[in-house]
């Protein structure tokens, strides 16, 4: 069965700290990791990373797959009080004709003015 | 283009009634999802189809049932609504041509059931 398992499951910061969020997986026919930003509403897509090492950049957000470890981080620095949000990690399972996506529980992270 | 929409945006329903939720997309995508999120829970997959006329059954599908008779549409069925169902439920739509393996998500229905 896939696993996707998110660390930690809460977070509160202040403003202008630093932090990481982990994700470690252990799914059938690997392709890809998926990161998803969920604020009160839809979840909506911030990086698909497919291979290790190569980082992916989106302003105070970045993140990085480590395939020999089997996990990914993303790292929000300079946080703000509207990074608060739930983060997911997921990965797809793509066997013949069926796509489906694992979701970690995610992270619940509180920025704090 | 409205992309993933969902019908309605909030329900109450008293135990043992029934009711059916509506996911509409505009983008021609073959692939579409029913999810339910509880706190601390994630996403969890009620069930899925891959296309007009298939449907699947996901990790959480008891208490529910699914049709696609068009493509554009997925229709999610509580036959008999239990209080463990109380959750907000997700469409998501898939392009299998796409190549970025994004799901693409609709806005939601929180249902409570009382």
């Known amino acids: 069965e896939d696993k996707v398992v998110q660390s930690p499951l809460s977070l509160v910061v202040h403003e202008g700290d630093t932090v990481t969020l982990n994700c470690s997986y252990e799914?059938?026919?690997?392709?890809?990791l998926l990161w998803y930003k969920q604020e009160k509403k839809a979840p909506t897509f911030l990086f698909m990373l497919?291979?290790?090492?190569i980082e992916k950049k989106s302003g105070r957000l970045s993140s990085i797959l480590d395939k020999k470890e089997l996990s990914s981080i993303l790292n929000i620095t300079a946080t703000q009080t509207g990074d608060s949000a739930i983060y997911l990690c997921?990965?797809?399972?793509?066997?013949?004709?069926?796509?489906?996506?694992?979701f970690g529980k995610g992270t619940l992270l509180t920025v704090n003015p | 283009n409205a992309g993933v929409t969902q019908t309605p945006k909030f329900r109450v329903l008293k135990t043992g009634q029934s009711m059916t939720l509506l996911c509409a997309q505009d983008?021609?995508?073959?692939?579409m999802y029913w999810y339910r999120q509880d706190p601390g829970m994630g996403l969890r997959l009620i069930h899925y189809?891959?296309?007009?006329?298939?449907?699947a059954k996901g990790e959480v599908p008891d208490g529910y049932n699914v049709s696609r008779l068009k493509k554009q549409n997925f229709l999610l069925g509580l036959e008999s609504a239990a209080p463990s169902q109380t959750s907000v439920y997700f469409c998501?739509?898939?392009?299998?041509?796409?190549?970025?393996?994004?799901?693409?998500f609709g806005p939601g229905t929180r249902l409570t059931v009382l």
């Open positions: 497919t291979s290790s090492g």
């Open positions: 983008m021609n995508h073959e692939y």
């Open positions: 998501a739509t898939y392009f299998t041509g796409s190549g970025a393996n994004e799901q693409f």
């Open positions: 997921a990965a797809p399972n793509s066997g013949g004709s069926n796509y489906k996506l694992t």
């Open positions: 799914v059938t026919n690997f392709r890809s």
């Open positions: 189809s891959v296309g007009e006329g298939t449907t």
